[in-house]
């Protein structure tokens, strides 16, 4: 089960989240943060402006599930994730794009 299983219609977005053992939280974030993931007590936690429009927000849900799916919170060296940051956030962002193609 993953992301593009979604996109086909062949799962639900509850689907994938329940598969995913995450949960999606809207929080009022600062202007120009549309969201952001973190792991805590094995549960994947996405946090999404709630004051971004409809479709911001499920491109930002898109965006997050991505990084769960490429793996990108298991990352083996957590000290190092602050200096590849742009590239994890490249990664998903093509990630999707591949698949909306």
């Known amino acids: 089960m993953n ?3 979604l996109l086909k219609s062949e799962i639900t977005q509850q689907d994938l989240i329940n598969y995913l053992n995450a949960s999606v939280i809207y929080e009022k974030l600062p202007t120009g943060i549309y ?3 973190f792991n ?3 549960i994947n936690f996405i ?3 709630k004051n971004i429009s409809y479709y911001k927000k499920k491109k930002t849900l898109l965006h997050e599930l991505a ?3 490429l793996n990108q ?3 083996a060296d957590k000290d190092l994730l602050a200096f590849h940051i742009d590239q994890y956030e490249d990664e998903a962002d093509r990630y999707i794009k591949f698949l909306l193609k």
Request: net charge negative; charged share 10%; with cysteine.
């Open 3 to 5: 992301i593009n299983n």
């Open 35 to 37: 969201g952001f993931i």
């Open 40 to 42: 805590y007590d094995n």
């Open 47 to 49: 946090i999404i402006n």
């Open 67 to 69: 990084h769960i799916e």
């Open 73 to 75: 919170l298991c990352q």
